[in-house]
């Protein structure tokens, strides 16, 4: 990968005596798209505003190409910031807001026309540029206020949970904009979002943070297939946590039976929080299975079917193509590469029980995270 | 329902609207009174664009208006970011500070102000003038500054905080992004701020009244001032110009607004073109500046190089040139071109006594009564006259001379001398109940007789019909006064003093004691009115001179005035006027005929023995006497009164103790549960 | 440095209320506990105040009773002005705001040419065959006075409250049952409450302090502890027993907005000119 740009070190902040963020280590490398995921609370805005100079860090470091930035201003940082309800200026129309940090550079005119009219085209709103603000709708707005931070060709560009505010359709259609953009001016973007489906397709580099640490960093496919604890299982994805006891290496037991699995590394019989994936999980007729239990609801997904099965009182959540009646009685069969182990953490028991389950689990998680701080 | 209500709404506006007519209409009037629509005419219009003196008023009004407004709209909305800014204990500490005016009665602001500046500057620094000017301009600002904060928190509660962090991330200092982006958005609050207090800065009357020194006197203050006859109407000509201005000015707030509205609910924003911006930008620079060089032009005119000379007479007792007398202060200032005379009124002696006593004042020449000169001189708040610089003293008749007020004669000339009787209306009173002071209790005519608004002349009437030395120290003695005054109160309209005018001019009241002279300037308004010293009672008989009060700058201008008043030209032209006797020597000659030989003005002499001079009384006294009549105007009579004041002070303290308890504890933040 | 910031902009302002209010009401105490010709500390003015027990009594009296009537007229206006389109809404607004903005001396004045004996009104009932009636110098005449001169006071915050009162409240309500009566007692009535305490505050307060209205309307039975105060100061000489009066004055206008605090929702700022 490319060189190292930004460096957090022992990152410690507290309002009022409440620690919002706790030790946090991270570094961003150049060109990268890093997102920060974690639900509302779990200091990633703090974590961006920190980034941006907005908020001087408790303890700790911001280092900026190796210097110390804790005392930079923000208007003196290459930091430029697309923030969460877009804060364009009412009184100025797009030009104005889009030529407004130029301005403050005191550019020669023409070239503000010009590299306004030149990033007005990346983010495609040519001819945009006297309509007034409040007159665009959402998703142009979204792209004045990007066009607005890129124009001023900065490092490293935050965004602040920008698709919060836009409807379903165009939030995809974002993603996709956000990215191509990206990659079009090689820069850096730390993104923050608490939407783990947009940081899984998006980013080169997902750090997932909870109660203000850092619970694992990674590619979002290892994020998804090695959870390091239940906290990131639960929140990345659906997940099925289960109390089991690692055996020995590659052998863990839960449900009073041992199952082979593919993980390693653990003391003997260490207790361990194992990972099985609704949509890892295959029907099998009862007799073929390592486990029966009974179907006790059946949702219709479009895509799926969402159904939680009760194995000896433990209610697990299966998602498959395979219709199943209610009060049926069904098998399952757990092969090794379904089988995930993670230590136990404090979040072991939190999560990943579905005996509460509701048709609008989905739901829940996504509207929670509107205001942070 | 609905239409009830329109017609409802209807009637509201026109009863809030129908005083105003009545002004508007009066402007028109060319008679001087409200009730009555005489003519039509322009006349006052013209006549108001002519007094320089009233529209200098309204220049006073409105430069304090601007500068007030302008410096608490700037002051204010940079403390309004700065409180915006400040944790929410703290912010709501500072919000119940900034309502404590909003919330206080104007008159407890206005003398809770006009105490600390006399305070401090009095007594404190012993500054002669301590009210003047700046102090007018520091109330000015201190009210005003509420109003703007006000205003502009709530617009920065409703700013996006986001808009600021992004200027700031996109290279603006703190400063720099108030100024690109912040002020854009919270200036409709600056500005509906700016616009409340320039309002109630321009018409503050209450607060002005108690703050104001003589050198520095707003249009409202003024306009308080004038009691003695109908207002003028030039002054409605006034009132009627300033509500077409405001008018115009709302609507054309109002249609900026609206179009304002219009404008974002278009899709394309027209951008402005470079002209344009240039324009606007150049057109506000242009208004600052004007309001500003218009303000700084006001201050220089009313700081000249000249000496000013601050004169403090009873109301319309000095002529003015209208009705085609001499403008006595305009020939004074034409004689000595270097002094400007500043001229202001009193209704009483005592009034003057107690601003000459509060302090705060410059005053250079003053026209007391007798009695008052005696006190003066006993509390020493006068400066002896050099006699030299007066060599028309010589004019003085001898008669007026070391009078027993001031037995060396030298402290006072005097000024005019007059008796008080009673005027009344021969149209309404019957001849046969003229006789005594007696009338002022006569059941017949309750509710249309008069009474003097100052103890001393109400004690002194009581005194003459019940025969008391006028000057008796006798506590009993004026413990009968008070009984006999407690008894006369239910018959009186209303205690007035120089709203007798008014009163007796429009036939509102049919009776009342007052001064010759102005007695006889009623009776050239009206021909019903009469004036008649009781038969066979003493009365009382006074001469008002001028004075140097010990508070006086410009003690040699003072007594060049002094002795131009006592020109016997000067003297007698003054008379013609005021209709007072001229204590001058040889002034009779240059009145006008029918005052020189006006029994009203000059009784004979039989009469004249009858009258009894007002003498000097100790403090104790005069507070004594001033406590009764007090009780008298509130409806206490002398008895309880006398059972009220040897309590003990304990119950009251303890009650008050209570009741600010009490305010405490309801004005206490309510706990509130999240 | 945000911290900084703050203070640096709210320090002056704090600084300016702390002298020009505060301390002033500090030199008002330091007054009424003082002897007028020895200054020396004394009860005596405090114990002079149950004289004016009476005046202080009619003052809130005609003041409430102004306030109320401000509220029984104020209210139908403030309504009918929040129901009527935008543009007329701002019309009318502006013509409630008017008369606030003219001279209130001149105003006071003008009911003086209407009421007196041979004034407008008695003209023109004179002219209809009506005896005059006595008009002036009654407490009726001062408290129209109050009411003409604060109305504006009142009907401004109601019409605040009532226009942002939700709509879809109303039809809410009618929708549950409501008649067009029930609708405004157990809505509309209830959701205007803060207006109409500011508004009684708005009225009362400077109707209480007034000294004008009652000398100019008032007769020989009318006079307010305004009057009594302003006497002292300008005309008895005495501003220690006039500072006293002021002091019970002020205390009892912070008893009446604490009292409209406390049934009041306390929002912030909550003061609508």
């Known amino acids: 990968m490319s060189k190292e740009l930004i460096r957090l070190q022992d ?324 092969n090794p590469e379904d089988i995930h182990v993670m230590r136990k953490s404090e979040y072991s028991g939190m999560f990943g029980d579905y005996s509460s389950y509701s048709a609008e689990y989905d739901e829940l998680t996504e509207d929670a995270a509107d205001e942070e701080e | 329902m609905k239409r009830t209500n329109r017609i409802f709404t209807i009637l509201i506006f026109i009863f809030l609207y129908i005083p105003m007519a009545v002004l508007i209409l009066g402007s028109f009037n060319t008679g001087k009174n409200l009730a009555l629509f005489e003519g039509f005419t322009f006349n006052q219009y013209k006549e108001l664009f002519r007094d320089k003196d009233l529209l200098g008023l309204l220049g006073n009004s409105l430069l304090i208006a601007i500068l007030s407004t302008a410096t608490a709209t700037a002051f204010g909305t940079f403390a309004a970011v700065g409180i915006h800014s400040l944790k929410p204990k703290m912010r709501k500490a500072v919000m119940t500070l900034t309502n404590i005016p909003m919330t206080n009665p104007d008159i407890v602001t206005g003398i809770s102000l006009s105490l600390l500046f006399v305070f401090i500057g009095s007594g404190m620094l012993g500054q002669k003038q301590s009210l003047n000017f700046w102090t007018l301009l520091i109330a000015h600002i201190t009210f005003n500054l509420p109003y703007v904060i006000l205003n502009v928190m709530p617009k920065l509660q409703q700013m996006d905080p986001a808009l600021q962090d992004a200027a700031m991330d996109l290279g603006c200092t703190p400063l720099r992004s108030f100024f690109k982006v912040t002020i854009h958005e919270i200036m409709p609050g600056v500005i509906s701020g700016a616009i409340m207090a320039f309002t109630m800065s321009l018409d503050d009357f209450v607060i002005s009244y108690f703050v104001t020194g003589t050198e520095f006197v707003t249009l409202p203050v003024k306009i308080y001032s004038f009691t003695k006859k109908p207002i003028h109407p030039k002054i409605y000509a006034m009132f009627t110009l300033l509500f077409l201005l405001i008018f115009v000015l709302m609507v054309a707030m109002n249609l900026l607004q609206l179009r304002g509205d219009k404008r974002r609910t278009q899709k394309q924003a027209k951008p402005p073109s470079r002209g344009m911006r240039t324009f606007q930008r150049v057109a506000a620079i242009a208004c600052v500046a004007v309001l500003l060089i218009g303000s700084f032009a006001l201050i220089a005119t009313t700081r000249q190089d000249k000496i000013t000379l601050n004169v403090m007479n009873w109301g319309q007792n000095i002529a003015d040139g209208s009705d085609d007398t001499l403008d006595i202060i305009a020939a004074f200032e034409e004689a000595y071109p270097n002094i400007d005379v500043n001229y202001a009124e009193y209704a009483s002696n005592e009034e003057l006594y107690s601003k000459l006593s509060t302090g705060g004042l410059v005053v250079d020449v003053i026209i007391p009564s007798d009695y008052m000169i005696a006190r003066m001189i006993s509390e ?295 | 440095m945000k911290k900084n910031k703050s203070l640096l902009l709210s320090g002056p302002y704090v600084l300016w209320m702390l002298v020009f209010t505060l301390i002033p009401l500090g030199v008002v105490g330091y007054y009424a506990l003082t002897d007028p010709s020895t200054g020396v500390f004394t009860w005596g003015n405090l114990r002079d105040l149950s004289l004016f027990l009476p005046t202080l009594g009619s003052s809130v009296w005609y003041s409430l009773v102004s306030a109320l009537i401000c509220l029984v007229l104020g209210y139908p206006v403030a309504y009918y002005i929040a129901h009527r389109p935008p543009v007329t809404q701002k019309i009318l607004y502006m013509l409630v705001m008017l008369p606030m903005c003219m001279s209130f001396l001149l105003r006071t004045l003008a009911w003086v040419g209407l009421l007196e004996s041979n004034g407008i009104i008695n003209q023109f009932l004179n002219l209809l065959g009506i005896p005059s009636l006595e008009l002036i110098g009654t407490p009726g005449a001062v408290i129209l006075g109050m009411v003409y001169n604060y109305l504006p006071y009142m009907v401004l915050p109601l019409y605040a409250i009532i226009v942002k009162i939700d709509n879809r409240l109303i039809e809410a309500a009618e929708d549950l049952g409501c008649t067009p009566v029930q609708v405004f007692s157990k809505v509309v009535l209830p959701l205007s409450m803060p207006g109409i305490l500011s508004g009684i505050t708005m009225v009362f307060v400077p109707a209480v302090s007034t000294f004008y209205i009652s000398q100019k309307l008032g007769g020989t039975d009318t006079m307010l502890i305004g009057d009594v105060i302003e006497r002292q100061f300008k005309s008895a000489g005495n501003p220690n027993l006039g500072a006293a009066l002021s002091l019970v004055l002020m205390l009892l206008v912070f008893i009446c907005t604490g009292i409209m605090n406390r049934f009041g929702s306390d929002e912030e700022g909550g003061v609508v000119v």
């Open chain 2, 380 to 674: 020493d708040m006068l400066l002896p006259l050099n006699f030299d610089n007066i060599p028309n003293y010589q004019n003085v008749i001898d008669t007026y001379k070391d009078q027993a007020y001031d037995p060396e004669n030298k402290y006072s000339v005097p000024y005019t001398w007059g008796t008080v009787g009673i005027i009344y209306n021969a149209k309404y009173v019957d001849e046969a109940d003229v006789t005594g002071w007696d009338l002022l209790w006569n059941e017949k005519y309750k509710g249309q007789i008069l009474m003097f608004d100052n103890s001393r002349d109400a004690f002194g009437i009581a005194q003459y019909m019940l025969g008391y030395d006028v000057n008796t120290t006798d506590k009993a003695e004026l413990q009968a006064c008070a009984q006999a005054l407690a008894k006369q109160r239910p018959l009186v309209q209303q205690y007035v003093m120089d709203q007798v005018y008014a009163k007796m001019e429009e036939e509102n009241a049919w009776i009342a004691p007052y001064y010759a002279g102005d007695a006889m300037m009623m009776m050239e308004n009206n021909e019903n009115l009469r004036f008649y010293l009781p038969e066979n009672e003493t009365f009382n008989l006074f001469i008002d001179a001028m004075c140097i009060p010990s508070c006086a700058q410009e003690k040699e201008a003072a007594e060049k005035f002094i002795n131009f008043m006592c020109d016997p030209e000067i003297s007698g032209a003054n008379m013609d006027y005021i209709c007072y006797g001229s204590p001058i020597e040889g002034a009779t000659e240059h009145m006008e005929e029918y005052l020189a030989e006006s029994e009203v003005i000059y009784p004979p002499e039989e009469i004249l023995e009858r009258g009894q001079s007002y003498g000097f009384l100790p403090e104790d006294i005069t507070r004594y006497v001033e406590n009764l009549f007090l009780g008298i105007r509130v409806g206490k009579t002398a008895e309880e009164e006398e059972v009220q004041s040897s309590g003990s002070a304990l119950p009251v303290v303890l009650t008050l103790a209570g009741l600010a308890a009490a305010g405490v504890f309801l004005c206490l933040p309510k706990r509130k549960r999240k």
């Open chain 1, 11 to 334: 990152l410690t902040m507290e309002f009022d005596g409440e620690r919002i963020l706790d030790g946090i280590n991270l570094y961003f490398n150049d060109h990268e798209f890093l997102t920060l995921l974690g639900p509302s609370g779990c200091g990633k805005t703090t974590t961006l505003r920190i980034i941006g100079g907005f908020l001087t860090p408790t303890s700790g470091r911001v280092l900026f190409d190796g210097k110390c930035i804790n005392d930079v201003p923000p208007y003196q940082r290459q930091i430029n910031t697309v923030f969460q309800r877009y804060a364009l200026f009412p009184h100025l129309d797009v030009f104005g807001n889009i030529a407004f940090g130029l301005n403050v550079a005191k550019l020669p005119k023409a070239e503000i026309a010009q590299r306004v009219s030149e990033i007005l085209e990346v983010v495609g709103l040519q001819g945009f540029e006297h309509r007034r603000i409040d007159s665009l709708s959402g998703g142009q707005q979204q792209r004045v206020a990007i066009a607005r931070a890129l124009v001023n060709r900065p490092k490293v560009l935050l965004l602040d949970e920008p698709l919060a505010a836009l409807d379903l359709r165009l939030r995809k259609d974002m993603q996709n904009e956000l990215k191509r953009i990206q990659q079009a001016m090689g820069i850096t973007f730390i993104y923050v979002t608490h939407d783990q489906e947009e940081a899984l397709s998006m980013s080169d580099t997902v750090v997932v943070m909870d109660k203000g640490r850092i619970q694992q960093i990674g590619k979002p496919e290892d994020i998804y297939n090695e959870p390091k604890n239940a906290f990131v299982a639960d929140f990345i994805g659906e997940s099925n946590i289960l109390d089991g006891v690692m055996l020995e290496d590659y052998k863990v037991k839960f449900f009073g039976r041992t199952f082979k699995c593919l993980d390693a590394g653990f003391a003997p019989n260490e207790p361990v929080d194992v990972v099985i994936r609704p949509e890892d999980i295959d029907f099998v007729p009862p007799e073929e299975g390592h486990l029966t239990g009974t179907v006790t609801s059946v949702t219709f997904k479009g895509l799926n079917y969402d159904i939680i099965v009760d194995f000896k009182g433990f209610k697990w959540l299966i998602q498959t193509t395979d219709h199943q009646p209610e009060g049926a009685t069904v098998g399952i069969r757990l």
